[in-house]
Every structure is written in structure tokens, then in C-alpha cells.
């Protein structure tokens, strides 16, 4: 599976940005997805995950901000940010892995190059 991340940008707090991921090469309405991001010198984090069937878990510190959603039909997953703060600036990576109904999502190894999202005055 390939998939293509974009949407990244400056923006300033408070601001919105909505961050899409193209994924190929793979049946993509039976692939859960995830957004993660690393910010400089931090390790890589999980912020949100859809599953095939549209159930979506999101990090506690984006929740209410955040939204995840899918377009199985052009097989894409977007991820819409609003209320931005500066502690989102990171470089957000999307995967295609696997969600449990435990709540628990394990990575694929397949990860893309991902889009910078800075959030500064």
C-alpha cells in the first residue's frame, strides 16, 4: 500500500487546516487508517484512526478539534484540524494499519514522506 499525505502549512493558533491522505495500491474500504505526527525531537504519536466500517478514536488532546473522516470513494481519509495550537506543529504521517475493538490501532510499516503543519504567531 502507497499513501500520499498533503494539506500541510503555516497557519496561526486558533487557525484551521484539513490534511489528506490518498491511499493506493491496496483495497482501501477494508483499510483502517490513521493520522500520526512527530514533532522535532519528539517521537511519533498517534492522533486519530477510522476503521473500515467509520469508527474513530482520537488522541486526548485533540479531541473536540479534530475530526477524521474517509471518501471510500476516492479513497482518501482527511483529517480536519480546527482550534489549532502551537504544540500541533509536527510533521503528520498517515498508516494504514490495524484497529481493535479494544481500542488499540497497530502500524503498518508503510508510512509516506507526510506534510509539516506549523501553527505559530
Known amino acids: 500500500v502507497q499513501l500520499q499525505a498533503s494539506g500541510g502549512g503555516l497557519v496561526r493558533p486558533g487557525g484551521s487546516l484539513r490534511l489528506s491522505c490518498a491511499v493506493s495500491g491496496s483495497t482501501f474500504s477494508i483499510r483502517d487508517i490513521a493520522w500520526y505526527r512527530q514533532a522535532p525531537g519528539e517521537q511519533r504519536e498517534l492522533v486519530a484512526v477510522?476503521?473500515?466500517?467509520?469508527?474513530?478514536s482520537y488522541k486526548d488532546s485533540v479531541k473536540g478539534r479534530f475530526t477524521i473522516s474517509r471518501d471510500n470513494a476516492k479513497n482518501t481519509v482527511h483529517l480536519q484540524m480546527n482550534s489549532l495550537k502551537l504544540e500541533d506543529t509536527a510533521v503528520y504521517y498517515c498508516?494504514?494499519?490495524?484497529?481493535?475493538?479494544?481500542?488499540?490501532?497497530?502500524?503498518?510499516?508503510?508510512w509516506g514522506q507526510g506534510t509539516l503543519v506549523t501553527v505559530s504567531s
Open positions: 498508516n494504514a494499519g490495524k484497529y481493535y475493538s479494544n481500542d488499540y490501532y497497530f502500524p503498518s510499516n508503510s
Open positions: 477510522i476503521s473500515s466500517g467509520g469508527t474513530t
